[in-house]
């Protein structure tokens, strides 16, 4: 049953003075929430089928997996889909475009061909939703990517195409950022890797660095779009060897001052994303984080408020971050309701956020520093049950999108009356 708005005030005004007994301003941790922006992944809504006629059914790397009816089949409904989602999510928001959601009017576009014209009417739908862009070249689901390899490909000319691409997506993102007034983030993620035993990992390292070498020589107005790139454990077809590892990008990033990529269903499943934040934070300038969630792999499932978001998102404002980290939605489920998917993925991400902000971080390191170990562990605890959720209610009224589960019914109508009509 929804609240009523009395009920709500007066449950509001009672967690506000609950939290401000052990010194956290709700009012405080409420603004700078709203001063963070998530980007949302537009593969949600096709299950990364993208708008290209060249044949994308090959070249792996990625894979959706369910059959829910309704999935967006143009970019008009791509975009009308992404607007139901962002009117039951609080706060100004980016979307995150992969190059194959170029609008190409039915004709062969390779990927090294593309070109801002192909994104003009999302750049447009852009400005008029008041809304920013990020962007990722599409380095899989092609021809070209069929040996597994791209960028680190022993074929010169494999190489050669990957890198116009990627090139072109560089030249793009720059001219997105300048005409909304905001940096894009373009990253870069490629399939590269071996199914079994490789024998000359190095050589295929050789290569990635030259070509990454090659695309970041042109240098671009950070004003305009930054540049990330995205390492993997393991992937699809990439089972015993990743060209792109984590060792092998972190250097790389440190040393030309570009943004390392983490995302959270990347690395072994008893490995934390959030124990890298305050090293990382030391030596890299800004980070993006893709906010997934694995189940026992990479299975890139929807985001929920579990332990691995927390964790994450308290060393991030715990190291008082926010200003130098981007946070961008990566999942694909294409099994449920995809707008409710993406409605669901990123409210959790941004209640993690909210359950940090609240966090009594003074008195937590008063007792760090007094050495008080018990009491440390004691107020963590007794945190967990304090009334995050009348503070997250508060949120969504003022941002004028409904609180609780009252959005549940919002997204259940629009498949009723607009997804469920598309065959």
């Known amino acids: 049953m929804t609240q009523i708005p009395d009920a709500h005030a007066h449950s509001y005004a009672l967690a506000r003075e609950r939290y401000a007994d052990i010194g956290v301003d709700t009012e405080s941790a409420l603004a700078t929430l709203s001063s963070v922006s998530l980007s949302l992944n537009c593969w949600q809504g096709d299950d990364v089928t993208g708008f290209e006629t060249i044949d994308s059914t090959t070249g792996g790397g990625i894979q959706a997996t369910g059959n829910f009816p309704g999935k967006a089949r143009t970019p008009e409904e791509l975009r009308s889909d992404i607007t139901m989602a ?89 001219e997105m950022g300048r005409q909304l007034g905001s940096p894009c983030v373009h990253n870069l993620w490629i399939p590269d ?21 090659d695309i970041f020589s042109t240098p671009m107005d950070r004003a305009f779009m930054k540049d990330a790139v995205e390492s993997k454990l393991f992937g699809i077809g990439s089972e015993s060897f990743v060209v792109g590892s984590y060792d092998f990008y972190l250097p790389y990033v440190l040393t030309r001052h570009l943004m390392p990529c983490l995302d959270m269903g990347h690395y072994h499943p008893t490995e934390s994303v959030a124990d890298k934040v305050s090293s990382l934070l030391h030596f890299a300038d800004e980070l993006l984080f893709h906010v997934s969630r694995g189940v026992r792999w990479d299975s890139d499932h929807v985001v929920i408020l579990n332990d691995d978001l927390c964790a994450l998102t308290d060393e991030i404002v715990r190291a008082q971050a926010l200003k130098r980290v981007h946070f961008a939605l990566d999942f694909f489920d294409a099994s449920i309701n995809r707008i409710g998917a993406w409605v669901i993925g990123t409210r959790a991400t941004q209640k993690s956020l909210l359950r940090s902000l609240l966090e009594p971080r003074v008195q937590l390191l008063g007792y760090e520093q007094a050495d008080n170990n018990f009491a440390r562990l004691a107020l963590l605890e007794e945190n967990k049950l304090l009334p995050l959720g009348a503070v997250w209610d508060e949120y969504c009224e003022r941002m004028g999108v409904p609180p609780g589960s009252a959005w549940i019914q919002s997204a259940l109508n629009y498949e009723r009356t607009v997804t469920s009509k598309r065959s």
């Open 86 to 174: 962002l009117s039951l999510i609080p706060g100004t928001h980016r979307v995150n475009l992969h190059a194959m959601y170029g609008e190409f009017n039915g004709a062969r576009v390779d990927r090294d061909e593309i070109s801002v014209d192909h994104f003009r009417t999302w750049i447009q739908w852009a400005t008029e939703k008041h809304l920013y862009l990020d962007f990722n070249a599409t380095c899989f689901a092609h021809p070209m990517a069929d040996s597994g390899f791209t960028l680190s490909s022993k074929d010169a000319s494999v190489r050669a195409f990957w890198i116009r691409h990627v090139q072109r997506v560089r030249e793009i993102s720059a």
């Open 193 to 213: 890797g071996s199914k079994d035993q490789c024998v000359d990992k190095f050589g295929y390292r050789a290569l990635l660095k030259q070509s990454l070498d």
